[in-house]
């Protein structure tokens, strides 16, 4: 069982990894998704689904090779998406 | 009956406008992303969620007066959201 990085939810069927961002105003919450747009461009890889309002975002990995489990690409990327909270503090 | 611009769904309870759009590629989406985040901007004005993956994104707006219908203000901001696709065309 792969252990999934602070905060998020490994879900199953499809297999999917699952976190929310809460922000306290729509600035911060447009900064999380432009860098989130820069992170998935710059490692070609993209969330299967954002879903956002003004001070939330949703954010869904799914499996990058259909039927296989969660693996240390979606692990890795979920990590990076973590470290854009901590850098914008 | 208020009739919904070209392409929204009127959905009840909570009131909202809905409409689905889907582009060819990653960047297309991006560009209609960042161009709606600007109209909200100019706007101050908000879609109360915003659902996308690579390649296609749904708005939905609601009633901005809580327990009112959809408003003048909905219906304007749903049409500026639909020439933002003629511009990009």
Excluded: C
């Excluded at 939810?9 to 499809?14: A, L």
């Excluded at 690409?73 to 850098?87: P, S, T």
């Amino acid at each position: 069982m792969v252990e999934p990085p602070r905060g998020w939810q490994m879900r199953e069927k499809p297999a999917t990894l699952f976190r929310r961002f809460e922000f306290d105003r729509y600035a911060a919450t447009r900064q999380f998704l432009d860098d989130l747009a820069a992170l998935a461009e710059e490692l070609g890889m993209h969330p299967q689904n954002i879903n956002f309002g003004a001070t939330y975002v949703n954010v869904t990995l799914e499996a990058s090779v259909p039927g296989e489990g969660i693996g240390p690409a979606e692990l890795a990327f979920a990590e990076r998406v973590n470290a854009l909270i901590r850098a914008e503090g």
